[in-house]
């Protein structure tokens, strides 16, 4: 299994951006693709982004074109920047790690066998 740390959450007003981080560590590092879920009130946790050792990324509709997903190899760090928040982006975002195969979509929490602690994203004017 990984180990996933996020990092970057907070509060941003309407059309602010913020950028996520997921330091990812373990036996699996390299042959891993890695997500971001989010959780947001009330509802259940979805799929947002998932990005494969290939590089290659998926979105689900709601934040494609606002939302991006890339890796730092360097420093085992994968991202999200978040550009063009809603008031509907609010909730907990959290990385997720699974076996690196496809399809690529949907993004499911049950295929994730390693999740971090989640970080707060709040989108208030």
């Known amino acids: 299994q990984l180990k996933l740390v996020e990092s970057g959450g907070g509060l941003v007003r309407p059309g602010g951006s913020l950028r996520l981080s997921c330091a990812v560590s373990?036996?699996?590092?390299?042959?891993?693709?890695i997500a971001w879920f989010r959780q947001l009130p009330g509802k259940e946790r979805e799929g947002v982004s998932s990005l494969n050792k290939r590089d290659e990324a998926f979105y689900i509709h709601s934040v494609r074109g606002r939302f991006t997903t890339s890796r730092d190899n360097a420093k085992n760090t994968v991202y999200l920047q978040m550009n063009n928040l809603e008031p509907e982006d609010t909730g907990i975002y959290y990385c997720?790690?699974?076996?690196?195969?496809?399809?690529?979509?949907?993004?499911?929490?049950?295929?994730?066998?390693?999740w971090g602690q989640g970080t707060q994203v709040t989108v208030s004017s």
């Open positions: 373990g036996d699996r590092s390299d042959d891993s693709t």
């Open positions: 997720a790690g699974r076996l690196d195969y496809g399809p690529w979509l949907p993004i499911t929490v049950r295929e994730h066998d390693s």
